[in-house]
């Protein structure tokens, strides 16, 4: 790359950078979660209100050695191409096994929605930005959890690089198993919440999410999908019904 190359594109990061800190900044005087109002939501409040008013920075979970390193099961859906499995999705479904079928080089992550760049990203795209490796302890709201070294690009790095604009609040996730949830700029903007290609130095495991997964730190597992297959960044919170957490009883947010 040459120097002034590399100046725009600096530039370009650092303009897409100082948008995301104003954003960043309104996050912190956020305290009311999306679903307040919800009496059977009243938890979420807590924790959000919580987290947004005592924790204002970004605050990075734990980060262990690689001796801490655990086992990991997979849980929910491990591989959503599987027509027997539960959360086999009809459309994407059949997408998704021809996609692991050409392991996954025809794979591409859309970025859209309340963006000045749209834009669409294969594996290797994803795999050009500086990435970031962690060993983070997964929480299971089940009860379990695991120590794993995540390897991926910072979400962030990925929306300054579409140019998310300044009204945008969540980051919707859609998956090839149907699930959609969302997160809110601060989290979406925390530097250890990654688009993960990357478990304890191998590529993502078809069971933990291949080709790639989100990892939410500051939240419960289940908030970290598997198996992405479109992100979507909105002014508005969406609640996607059946297919997302609320419906099911789960909480939309579980910090930890
Ligand atoms: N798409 C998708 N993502 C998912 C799930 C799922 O079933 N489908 N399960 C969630 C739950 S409850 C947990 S605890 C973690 C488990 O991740 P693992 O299977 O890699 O252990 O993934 C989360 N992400
Ligand atoms: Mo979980």
Request: with cysteine; hydrophobic share 40%; charged share 20%.
């Amino acid at each position: 790359m040459n120097e002034s190359r590399l100046i725009l594109s600096r530039r370009r990061l650092l303009t897409g950078l100082a948008s995301a800190g104003g954003l960043a900044a309104a996050g912190c005087s956020q305290s009311q979660p999306p679903t307040y109002g919800n009496v059977l939501r009243m938890a979420d409040q807590f924790t959000y209100r919580a987290q947004r008013l005592l924790l204002p920075e970004h605050s990075l979970v734990k980060q262990y050695g690689r001796g801490d390193i655990t086992s990991m099961p997979a849980t929910g859906s491990t591989d959503p191409g599987d027509e027997k499995a539960d959360g086999f999705d009809a459309q994407l479904g059949p997408e998704y096994a021809r996609l692991h079928a050409g392991e996954f080089a025809a794979w591409r992550l859309p970025v859209e929605g309340s963006v000045a760049r749209p834009a669409s990203f294969t594996l290797a795209d994803l795999a050009r930005f500086p990435a970031r490796t962690q060993i983070t302890r997964h929480t299971c709201e089940e009860g379990w959890s695991a120590i794993t070294e995540w390897t991926g690009v910072p979400l962030r790095t990925v929306l300054a690089a579409a140019g998310i604009r300044a009204s945008a609040r969540y980051v919707n996730f859609y998956t090839y198993d149907g699930q959609i949830d969302s997160i809110d700029m601060f989290d979406a903007l925390h530097p250890q919440t990654l688009i993960a290609y990357g478990m304890n130095g191998r590529a993502l495991p078809l069971q933990h999410g291949a080709p790639v997964r989100l990892r939410v730190e500051r939240q419960l597992g289940y908030k970290s999908l598997k198996f992405l297959h479109r992100v979507v960044v909105t002014e508005r919170f969406y609640d996607p019904g059946k297919a997302g957490p609320i419906d099911s009883g789960w909480a939309w947010y579980v910090g930890i």
